[in-house]
């Protein structure tokens, strides 16, 4: 596996601005990527092997002490932003993805 890691000026604002940059470096390789041969078959310099969006909630009590937090990941973008959006209790058992992960304060 071949990777290359860019330091960008600032931080990428939300979930639209990159899916578009994203999509903007597949389309026109605006990185400079090289493309490569593996087993006799040409690989381009940028191509998408898998996808998913993960983030986390984190839960603060009035101290601003964090209580607890929960990780999210999604298959897509439009069930990363229904995810978000609903409380785990809401979603139907199979589409519950949510893990909760309690920390422990002295």
Known sequence: MKISVRKFA?????LTTFITFAQTVLDTNSLGCTDYTQSSANVE???????AYSGKIIYENA????VGQISIKAPTAAAFNTDV??????????????VVLPLMTA
Do not use: C, H, M, Y
């Open 10 to 14: 600032s931080p990428i604002p939300d």
């Open 45 to 51: 310099g940028v191509n998408r092997s898998s996808q």
């Open 63 to 66: 101290e601003a002490k964090t």
């Open 85 to 98: 959006t609903k409380p785990f209790w809401e979603l139907p058992l199979l589409e519950q993805r949510w």
